[in-house]
């Protein structure tokens, strides 16, 4: 049975020099979504260090680790102080995945989701407030078992807000 793929991608935290650990929201994530999808996760912060903190090497090499996993639906997590990289590199892997669905969730996704909607086509929703919560309470409906729809939404819990 084939199982859609999830890439989720952790913020981007330079400061934190070198000391790598997956978020607990990330993890707690994956491990929910894992029943349903074939789930991947990529660390920002060890490509970051893997390029020696190289601006344009580490999106090249972010870029093309996210492209490669082919998933369907990839979602970035935001801070305040990476969110323009983040922004920029979903722009990137938007044009080499151009069928996938980009998804922001995090603190800043979640205090500019409207904005960040309506100035960037390619984010095709924002989850507010806690991913986890979310994502169970969308997949108990049977309509949005496998895909994030519909297009250009901003989901809080089972409250859903179109930029429309």
């Not at 390619?122 to 309470?137: P, Y």
Request: one cysteine or more; glycine letters at 6%.
């Amino acid at each position: 049975m084939y199982s859609p793929r999830v890439t989720l991608v952790t913020a981007l935290t330079p400061e934190s020099f070198g000391r790598v650990e997956p978020p607990s929201g990330i993890l707690t994530l994956a491990a929910l979504l894992r029943p349903i999808y074939e789930v991947r996760i990529i660390e920002l912060n060890l490509i970051w260090n893997e390029t020696c903190r190289s601006s344009e090497r580490f999106l090249k090499m972010a870029t093309d680790a996210i492209a490669e996993t082919g998933s369907e639906i990839v979602g970035f997590s935001s801070i305040c102080g990476t969110y323009p990289t983040t922004v920029r590199l979903a722009s990137h892997v938007s044009q080499l995945l151009p069928r996938s669905r980009i998804v922001f969730g995090g603190p800043h996704a979640s205090v500019v989701d409207v904005a960040t909607l309506g100035a960037f086509p390619f984010v095709d929703a924002i989850v507010r407030g806690e991913a986890e919560q979310t994502f169970r309470a969308r997949h108990q409906k049977p309509e949005c078992h496998h895909y994030v729809e519909p297009r250009r939404t901003a989901y809080a819990g089972l409250r859903s807000a179109s930029r429309h």
